[in-house]
């Protein structure tokens, strides 16, 4: 498997990233348990009592791994991966419970858990489970460098440009392009120069590739602003 590699992370026989993980476990015993695992393997661990106070923590950037306990009092796993959800957090879970049924763990992955875990489990178990959901992280976050870094490009072409890129990544041909906007071939090939010139690509291969980068909803735009 090839790995994503960001500055802060490496890949040794488990991965370590420079943001912490999170345990969410009333039990104190088992809370403490899973901490001294993952600070032993080599990564920073903060550990929260309850739902509401690992809550409370978040801000808008925070993103990394949370061990979620599945039965707390108060604020339950389920409930808490809800509110992760709604907030768009790039946060991955991994849920433990030592009196899961079937419902709670389909429940869990169809919130977008990456792992469950059913109490008793070994260090392995845990370490595989935090490694795969830290990789998946990076690459959450990698995506995010990706898009952000191609709209700053996207931004640089006019409302024309714009539109003609879109329609040029849905396949339409120069031809197409001279019926669909009512513009000469030389025009309609000057925009496309200055289009590759701005988004620094070379071949048609290179568009599809960058509009693979760009929010879907955008290349879903009507042309009225052309």
């Known amino acids: 498997m090839t790995h994503v590699m960001l500055p802060g992370y490496k890949i040794g026989p488990h991965m370590i990233f420079s943001e912490p ?17 993952l600070v032993d393997a080599g990564y920073a661990a903060q550990t929260w009592a309850s739902g509401t106070a690992f809550l409370g923590a978040l801000n808008a950037s925070t993103s990394g791994v949370v061990v979620l306990d599945l039965q707390m009092p108060g604020l339950n796993g389920l409930a808490l991966i809800n509110q992760l959800n709604q907030a768009k957090l790039n946060i991955q879970v991994i849920f433990i419970s030592g009196h899961a049924q079937p419902p709670d ?3 869990a992955f169809h919130r977008g858990a990456v792992d ?20 998946v992280v990076s690459q959450n976050r990698l995506l995010k460098l990706n898009t952000q870094a191609a709209m700053a490009k996207f931004n640089t072409l006019t409302p024309r440009e714009k539109e003609i890129f879109k329609s040029l990544a849905s396949g339409m041909t120069i031809k197409g392009l001279t019926m669909q906007y009512q513009l000469a071939e030389i025009t ?3 925009h496309k120069a200055q289009i590759m010139r701005k988004l620094e690509i070379d071949s048609f291969q290179d568009i599809l590739r960058f509009s693979q980068s760009l929010p879907s909803e955008l290349l879903n735009l009507s042309t009225a602003d052309a």
């Open 116 to 135: 469950f875990l059913l109490k008793p489990f070994t260090r392995l178990a845990l370490l595989e489970a935090v490694e795969k959901s830290a990789l």
């Open 21 to 37: 993980l999170h345990v969410v476990d009333d039990d104190d015993s088992m809370r403490d348990a899973i901490s001294a695992i």
């Open 105 to 107: 763990v389909i429940a």
């Open 188 to 190: 309609v090939k000057v």
